[in-house]
């Protein structure tokens, strides 16, 4: 079945400097990779995604990026804030189940 | 446009005990997903419903617990004789097709005592 592995576990920058997590899967038949934000007591918040008929996608301040042949998408956060700082969690799709797979999170730090 | 909503948000019950938990999807969304979140991990799919069908639980212990979607009102997670390893943030999706936007409640965040 799909992995999906998250790196790094934790993130610090200082505002205003850009941070990037990235994720690597495994099963070549997904095609749909959402990214979510979770901060503390509170449910995971959809905020991109990106589908494999797509190389990369922008919203504002964040972009995420998809290299299919390498199995491999990244989010990119620019001029970070502290309301930023929460726990970044990446996640794919088959397309064969119904079910996402999640990366182990990574626990942004944003310093004001 | 009202999101995902689950209750209750925090549940406490002794070892034995039983535990509910219930999710209502979005408005117009009819496939609804549990995950379970272990503190400091991330989320584990345990069972994916449609209205009156269970269309995979291959995420779900096969014993204790059961999950269902009625025709009217939430879908259930039940969780039968609870043990302390029971203890997690329960969390439940929805989305108006499979493959589409999956959308995440606030949780449940079950203790067992």
């Known amino acids: 079945g799909e992995n999906v592995e998250q790196h790094p576990s934790t993130l610090s920058v200082q505002e205003g400097d850009s941070a990037v997590i990235k994720c690597t899967y495994s099963d070549s038949a997904s095609n749909y990779f959402p990214w979510y934000k979770q901060e503390l007591g509170k449910g995971p918040q959809l905020i991109i995604d990106?589908?494999?008929?797509?190389g990369e996608k922008k919203d504002q301040r964040i972009a995420v990026t998809l290299n299919k042949t390498a199995k491999h998408f990244s989010l990119h956060i620019t001029e970070t804030q502290p309301e930023d700082s929460a726990v970044y969690f990446c996640a794919a799709w088959g397309g064969s189940q119904g079910n996402l797979i999640f990366g182990k999170g990574t626990k942004l730090s944003v310093k004001p | 446009n009202a999101g995902v909503m689950q209750n209750p948000r925090h549940l406490v019950r002794r070892r034995g005990q039983e535990a509910r938990l219930r999710c209502s999807p979005m408005?117009?969304?009819?496939?609804v997903y549990w995950y379970r979140q272990l503190p400091e991990e991330g989320l584990k799919f345990m069972v994916y419903l449609q209205k009156e069908n269970i269309i995979d639980e291959s995420g779900m212990p096969k014993e204790r617990f059961s999950a269902e979607f009625p025709k009217e009102g939430p879908s259930i997670l039940r969780i039968q004789q609870v043990v302390r390893g029971d203890s997690a943030a329960y969390f439940c999706?929805?989305?108006?097709?499979?493959?589409?936007?999956?959308?995440f409640g606030p949780g449940t965040r079950l203790t067992v005592t």
């Open positions: 408005k117009g969304h009819s496939h």
């Open positions: 990106i589908r494999s008929n797509v």
């Open positions: 999706a929805s989305s108006q097709v499979m493959g589409d936007e999956q959308y």
